[in-house]
């Protein structure tokens, strides 16, 4: 089955870049999400990549698409206080999407 | 545009009793699912509905997990009798394409979620 990992802590300064990663484990995964849980809310998606793709922007967003060794990372430049929040990973495979555990990310001041 | 609504919030019950979550997805949105969401964990699926079709529950625990949703509109999801092991949040989501059909991209719009304290 499929297996989505994350690291599951993050800190952060304020102004600094992100970079949120993970790995799965399925090569015929053809959507790759990242999504994000503020406390006490639900899931809500930041960006998507097509499996073809190896990078896409959005902002202050930048996802990466390493395919080979199937990583995705997301990168979140001059990280504000309101960035934090959890970030799960998530990959389409057919008929399921599979989330990661989630990595919270911690600001620091 | 509203968004995917959920009741209640929280809930605490002692174990062995019933309870239920609602559900009202974004409006025109034929897929529903229902996840569950363990402290600590990322959310896993318990039941996915195409209109009111259950088309994938092979992760709802069936012998005291139960779901419907009729008219292909509000989902109920249903525990009796909850266990301990039961406490989590339960998630509702929705999109507005099939999974895998044409035009997905697997955007799921997901509510704020029913917590559950089974005491």
């Known amino acids: 089955g499929e297996d989505v990992e994350q690291s599951l802590f993050l800190s952060v300064r304020e102004g600094d870049s992100s970079v949120i990663n993970c790995t799965y484990t399925?090569?015929?995964?053809?959507?790759l999400y990242w999504y994000k849980q503020e406390p006490g809310a639900g899931l809500q998606l930041l960006t998507y990549?097509?499996?073809?793709?190896d990078m896409k922007q959005d902002q202050r967003l930048t996802v990466l698409l390493n395919k080979k060794d199937k990583h995705l990372s997301l990168r979140i430049a001059d990280t504000q206080t309101g960035d934090s929040a959890i970030y799960f990973c998530?990959?389409?495979?057919?008929?399921?999407?599979?989330f990661g555990k989630g990595t919270r990310l911690h600001i620091l001041p | 545009e509203a968004g995917v609504v959920q009741s209640p919030r929280y809930k605490i019950i002692e174990k062995k009793q019933p309870v239920a979550f609602w559900c009202n997805p974004i409006?025109?949105?034929?897929?529903l699912y229902w996840y569950l969401q363990n402290l600590g964990q990322g959310p896993e699926l318990l039941i996915r509905?195409?209109?009111?079709?259950?088309?994938?529950d092979s992760q709802l625990p069936k012998d005291r997990f139960s779901a419907e949703r009729l008219k292909g509109v509000d989902s109920t999801l249903k525990i009796q009798p909850a266990e301990l092991g039961d406490s989590a949040v339960y998630l509702c989501?929705?999109?507005?394409?099939?999974?895998?059909?044409?035009?997905?991209?697997?955007?799921?719009?997901f509510g704020e979620g029913s917590r559950l304290t089974v005491l």
């Open positions: 998530a990959v389409y495979r057919g008929d399921k999407i599979i």
């Open positions: 509905y195409e209109n009111e079709e259950a088309v994938d």
């Open positions: 990549i097509f499996s073809n793709m």
């Open positions: 409006s025109g949105h034929n897929t």
């Open positions: 399925d090569s015929s995964s053809t959507y």
């Open positions: 989501a929705s999109s507005s394409s099939p999974l895998g059909g044409s035009g997905f991209a697997g955007e799921l719009f």
